[in-house]
C-alpha cells in the first residue's frame, strides 16, 4: 500500500540554523500538507499546497518557512532560522483532489533544537 | 475555539471489550476524521465521515455524526490489545479548504 514518507526521521540543530524537512507523498495525490505536533500538545496545521503554490496557511507559518515541490516527488519544509519552540514533531501529509479530504500522514520528523 | 475536543482523555477497558470516544465541536463542518497514533508514531487515518453522512463503518469501527449537538463519535468493537493508542478527531470546518483542526485525543488502553 502506498505510504507517505519522511526524512529525516531526527533531526537535530543548533538554534539560528537553517533546517529542510523532506516528505515524499504518495504518487497520485495532489494536495499537501504540514502540520506540527509540540510534545504532549494537539497538532497544528502549518500549510496546504496545491498546483505548486500554498492554498491556506496558519498564524505559525510566519516568514520563517516556507515550502516547495523542487521535484515531481518531493516536498519540503524549510525553516530559516530555528528557534528552541520550533522543537517538535512534524509531519507531512497528502491527499487526492477528488473531493476527498481524506488525508494521509507519514511517520513524522522529530526536530530538536537546542 | 473551532477545535474538536475528545473524551473521555483516556479509557482503559479489556480485551474484547467495546470502546467508545466522543468528540465535539462547535462550528459547522465539511467533514470530521478521525486518527489513530501509536505512541511517538504518525498518524493512522480511520474513518471519513460527510457532513450530510450520519454513520459510517469499516471494519470494527462505526462513527457517528450528529451535525445538530456538534459531536461524533468513535466505536471500536471486540477490541483487542494492538487497538491500544491515541484516537484523534479532525474536522475540517465550513470556510476552510482542507485545514485540519485537531482535538486533544483519548488514549486508549486495552487491557489482555
Known amino acids: 500500500e502506498p505510504e507517505v514518507t519522511q526524512t529525516p526521521s531526527h533531526q537535530v540543530t543548533q538554534m539560528g540554523q537553517e533546517v529542510i524537512l523532506r516528505c515524499v507523498p504518495i504518487s497520485n495525490h495532489l494536495y499537501f500538507y504540514w502540520y506540527r505536533q509540540i510534545l504532549g500538545q494537539k497538532v497544528e496545521f502549518l500549510v496546504s499546497?496545491?498546483?505548486?503554490?500554498?492554498?491556506?496557511k496558519s498564524e505559525i507559518f510566519d516568514d520563517q518557512f516556507s515550502v516547495e515541490r523542487p521535484d515531481g516527488s518531493n516536498f519540503t519544509l524549510k525553516i530559516r532560522s530555528t528557534k528552541l519552540e520550533d522543537s517538535a514533531m512534524y509531519f507531512c501529509?497528502?491527499?487526492?483532489?477528488?473531493?476527498?479530504?481524506?488525508?494521509?500522514f507519514g511517520p513524522g520528523t522529530r526536530l530538536t533544537v537546542t | 475555539s473551532q477545535q474538536g475536543e475528545e473524551d473521555p482523555q483516556a479509557l482503559s477497558i479489556q480485551e474484547g471489550e467495546n470502546a467508545t470516544m466522543n468528540c465535539s465541536y462547535k462550528t459547522s463542518i465539511n467533514n470530521l476524521q478521525w486518527y489513530r497514533q501509536n505512541s511517538g508514531r504518525g498518524l493512522v487515518h480511520l474513518i471519513l465521515?460527510?457532513?450530510?453522512?450520519r454513520e459510517k463503518h469499516s471494519g470494527r469501527l462505526r462513527v457517528t455524526l450528529d451535525t445538530s449537538k456538534k459531536s461524533s463519535s468513535l466505536l471500536i468493537t471486540a477490541s483487542r490489545a494492538a487497538d491500544t493508542a491515541s484516537y484523534f478527531c479532525a474536522t475540517c470546518f465550513k470556510g476552510s479548504a482542507r485545514q485540519l483542526t485537531f482535538g486533544s485525543g483519548t488514549q486508549l488502553t486495552v487491557l489482555p
Open positions: 501529509a497528502s491527499s487526492v483532489d477528488r473531493g476527498s479530504n481524506e488525508q494521509y
Open positions: 499546497f496545491y498546483n505548486n503554490e500554498i492554498s491556506e
Open positions: 465521515i460527510r457532513s450530510n453522512e
